[in-house]
């Protein structure tokens, strides 16, 4: 057994997201979004309404497929080292764990089989290992996965980088995302507006608190290729002679 069929799952996550990576350019190109300044003289307000598009269906599919593929490939992982150590094809659920806190029953539960060494392996690339399990790579991974097997992802958040650099902290400016306004005094109308045209994009969920964009996938990917995979070789190096 090796770990050729999850290294081909990794592989097709990076094609998943080199056609993310194409999806998004051509979403920046279109010219995203529009911008409107005009003064409400009833409000009393300069308004600056801001107007942003959608990202295609497709992006939303991209980043499930990539999600899809990278999370499988760390069951792949799993099941070859229970075959590796057992000698023979499974009958049962085994699957890399993906832990918040400790549950020593469930985690030895989805790696039944294994070698000893390659199960504190997995260990130390549970989400609870020190920081906050919510911005750990794997973490975000099993809940994107999770996420799209139910529902479309949602874009947690897309706004324009604005900036005002005449502007100081204590002017009157307020901002409504909900409504894609920014407002200031009318004695600030004229004022110098800076901006990003290439808007961020974040998919996820809002409640949980996820929200990785396309930059943030690429480094899940790097993490699970250079960073968990080369670990697990050694279980393998005797297959592969």
């Known amino acids: ?25 051509q979403y920046y190109c279109s010219s995203p979004y529009s911008v409107q300044r005009y003064n409400d003289l009833e409000r009393g307000r300069h308004i600056i309404k801001v107007g942003l598009k959608e990202p295609s269906d497709r992006t939303y599919l991209l980043v499930g497929d990539f999600a899809y593929c990278l999370r499988g490939a760390l069951d792949y992982i799993v099941y070859s080292l229970v075959v590796a150590n057992t000698g023979k094809a499974l009958h049962t659920q085994v699957q890399w764990p993906v832990l918040k806190h400790t549950n020593q ?3 030895d539960s989805y790696t039944k089989g294994m070698a000893v060494e390659a199960a ?48 100081k902290k204590t002017d009157d400016v307020s901002r409504d995302a909900e409504r894609g306004e920014i407002t200031l005094p009318l004695s600030l109308s004229q004022t110098e507006m800076r901006l990003n045209p290439r808007p961020a994009v974040w998919f996820g ?9 396309a930059k943030r996938l690429r480094e899940i990917h790097w993490y699970i290729t250079m960073e968990v995979f080369p670990l697990f070789a050694p279980f393998f190096a005797e297959a592969v002679r």
């Open 1 to 25: 057994m090796r770990l050729r069929h999850a290294e081909l799952k990794v592989e097709r996550a990076l094609e998943h997201l080199h056609s993310l990576e194409g999806e998004m350019e």
């Open 105 to 107: 029953e469930r985690f």
């Open 120 to 167: 504190h392996l997995i260990e130390q690339f549970q989400p609870y290992q020190g920081g906050n399990f919510k911005e750990h790579p794997i973490w975000q991974l099993h809940r994107l996965n999770n996420i799209d097997k139910h529902r479309r992802l949602s874009v947690f958040e897309n706004w324009l980088d604005m900036q005002f650099p005449q502007l």
């Open 205 to 213: 969920d809002a409640e949980e608190g996820l929200r990785v964009d």
